[in-house]
């Protein structure tokens, strides 16, 4: 879905509606990777500028939900969790919101949107572009005042991505993503909690690719 198929009128009125259904804080960080995944956008994918605000826009919408009524958004939709996903309700809000979306929305509901969606909390193994930039948009929001995340956000504009060569600019990004990946898989394991398959395949993938 190109940015001319999303409007701006569109991007309002779901911007509207998600207002309503967050809380306050999880509607500021909404907006805030919307904010993000604009700027990395215009950087990588001008053309998909909107359908990842979009994007941005209905990452979260289930993360606010028990963890109940998303294992029951799961089980109406046929998916059995993995065992280390079912130890791992943070990252179920992908899943789910990826699953509710052409339900709801379904004039959003492209294979790009909710594939970003789907990997926006633990990537996968070869990443699109569109998938890359709302995972990283969603860590490095200008919200984020964790250490990693200010770190790693100062690492990502200081080059100045912007007056790179093309190729240049998505060997940072790449680079960039590995390091996140690398941050999120360190955090998990200091913390004892469970190292999910698909991140581990995501920087695996990153490892060995040149470029998206």
Partial sequence: ??????????????????????????????LGVEEMTATLARLYAPDEENMLRAAALL????????????????????????????????????????????????????????????????GRADMTL??????????????????DCVALREAFFAPHPAEMAEKGRLAHLRRTLIRYFENTLSGLQKKGRPICPDTLAALESLRNRSEF
């Avoid at 198929?5 to 999880?26: C, N």
Wanted: include cysteine; charge should be negative.
């Fill in 59 to 122: 990452h979260d919408m289930t993360k606010e939900l028990t963890e109940q009524q998303q294992l029951e958004i799961l089980a109406r939709h046929g998916v059995t969790l993995r065992e280390d996903e079912r130890c791992a309700p943070p990252i179920w809000h992908g899943m789910t919101a990826a699953l509710v979306i052409p339900e709801r929305y379904p004039a959003l509901a492209t294979p790009a949107l909710l594939s970003a969606v789907r990997w926006h909390t633990t």
């Fill in 130 to 147: 569109t998938d890359a930039i709302l995972c990283l948009a969603d860590y490095i929001e200008q919200g984020r005042d964790f250490p």
């Fill in 1 to 30: 879905m190109s940015n001319g198929m999303i409007t701006e009128e569109m991007l309002d009125t779901l911007r509207a509606d998600m207002a309503k259904k967050l809380s306050p804080y999880r509607m500021r960080h909404t």
